[in-house]
């Protein structure tokens, strides 16, 4: 049995996001895995809360060895909360981590590969190399495949044993 912790932590708005997370969970603890589900809510404006981030009750990632970020795009970028929420880290280093992102437009390059690049870059500065990376575009008709195909690579990305992969970075179009 795998004895990884792993935890999923995601911001999600609509629930689009959350869903992805879900899957996800449900294939890592079939393969064993003890996977905790946190998902990043806004309880007011998000403004004011992203200001008030450091007061609240957050998902501590210093517990897990495996570590999944999934956000939405917004505004062409990354989620105000989820840029908030990594850059309030203290350090992710000797941690495996892997990102997501899901978007409405239809091409990568309009917001997705600037959330992706975002999250890599956040990450880097806490110590750690984003091993996986993975875009998914809502509006998609092929958006099942490529829910399902981010969720069996991460899922075979986090079960490998030392030495970890190189990262890489996917786009999904």
């Not at 809510?41 to 990632?61: C, G, H, Q």
Request: glycine share 6%; charged share 25%.
């Amino acid at each position: 049995m795998n004895t990884k912790n792993v935890a999923v932590i995601v911001h999600s708005q609509t629930g689009n996001t959350f869903s992805v997370a879900e899957r996800l969970k449900d294939m890592l603890i079939e393969k064993g895995l003890n996977v905790d589900l946190e998902r990043l809510k806004t309880e007011e404006n998000e403004m004011e809360y992203i200001k008030k981030i450091k007061e609240k009750s957050l998902p501590d990632a210093a517990k897990y060895d495996v570590i999944v970020f999934g956000a939405p795009v917004n505004a062409f970028t990354l989620s105000m909360l989820m840029k908030a929420y990594l850059k309030q880290q203290r350090s992710l280093a000797g941690k495996k981590v892997l990102c997501f992102v899901t978007m409405a437009f239809p091409k990568p390059w309009l917001g997705g590969n600037r959330a992706i690049a975002k999250m890599k870059k956040i990450c880097g500065s806490k110590g750690v190399t984003v091993k996986d990376t993975g875009i998914i575009n809502w509006n998609n008709p092929k958006r099942e495949e490529m829910i399902n195909e981010i969720s069996q690579r991460f899922c075979d990305e986090i079960c490998r044993q030392q030495p970890f992969s190189a990262g890489r970075n996917t786009e999904m179009i």
